[in-house]
């Protein structure tokens, strides 16, 4: 199987700047908007932006949990990416000014796996996922709301 990449966005009430200070705080924010499907959420290192080292499991499905080690960085203005050194897996947030309001995008893509197995991760898995991220844009929001 090929890459497999799931995507969610949100527009926000709120300037860019603003928003993307709480998606690269990692210490404080990203608990709070995190949704049930993360566990045994923890920084290891740094806390804001770059640098930051965090780990955490996401339970995707009852039966599929993926056991992550992010490490961050900040490739270009209004861009913190995520980067696993447990797989594949690397998780984009790109934060966009649309006028007064923002556009959050998340993005994640993988190297998806062989077979049968692969065919079905790949049709299911970017569906499951953007219903957990369109939660987390949700948190993210209220979050930004309630810090205003």
Request: hydrophobic residues 35%.
């Amino acid at each position: 199987m090929g890459k497999v990449t799931a995507v969610a966005e949100r527009t926000i009430d709120a300037p860019a700047e603003r928003v993307l200070e709480r998606v690269a705080e990692y210490r404080e924010v990203r608990p709070r908007i995190l949704t049930e499907h993360y566990r045994d959420y923890e920084v290891l290192a740094g806390g804001t932006g770059a640098g930051t080292e965090a780990r955490w499991k996401l339970q995707a499905t009852s039966k599929r949990v993926r056991d992550v080690a992010a490490t961050v960085s900040e490739p270009e203005s209004g861009t913190v990416v995520e980067t696993d050194a447990n797989s594949t897996m690397v998780t984009t947030w790109t934060v966009r000014s649309a006028g007064s309001r923002s556009l959050v995008r998340i993005e994640t893509t993988w190297q998806g796996a062989g077979g049968i197995g692969g065919f079905f991760e790949g049709l299911f898995a970017p569906k499951g996922l953007k219903r957990i991220y369109d939660g987390v844009l949700a948190n993210l929001e209220q979050e930004v709301r309630q810090s205003s």
